[in-house]
């Protein structure tokens, strides 16, 4: 059927790693035998997850999509015409029709509704330092999506607070975005979120 492919971009400035970025894709009629496998560091997206504990999970916010969004996240070099024409036939046979929304964008709005949340509840200024999740279902323009967060905690270190979340498409009630996990740190300068 295919492999998987994993790509990691490293980000820097001033000789020194800011930020990385890690992505999967399912690379139809691609033969796992023919793929030269990197030995490096194994860096799955989600490596360990709390359980996801229903009692203990918090909606921090709903966001509906506006019907722009596809068009604006284009900017981020994803010119992929699902985003835009959104009309395709999937492997199923299904037809989708409507704009699927970037996935960046997704984990945009979620990590907006974390960082809000977490600076609400704490009273401190935070910034993002990680984040991590896995795309389980498209998210398209228009839809209502909800974040809930739960396992919130304060390690102590650096000032960090970590959280685990997951997004659903509030409507279908339809787990859109699973595992996630965010570690904040106290921001020395504001946060511009």
Sequence with gaps: IGAFVTTETNYYQK?????TAQMTALVFGLSPEK?????????NAITSIAPNNIATKITVNEFTIPSNAALLYRLSGDYNPIHIEGTVDDLGGDSINGPILHGL?????ATRAILNHLQRLTKRDLRLIAIKCNFVKPVFVNDTIRVEVWGIKNDGIDDRASVYFCVYRSKEEELVVDKGYATLVQ???ASRL
């Design 35 to 43: 793929v030269i496998s990197w030995q490096g560091r194994d860096n």
């Design 15 to 19: 000789e020194s790693c800011i930020a």
């Design 187 to 189: 921001s020395k300068t």
């Design 105 to 109: 964008c997704t984990m945009g709005y």
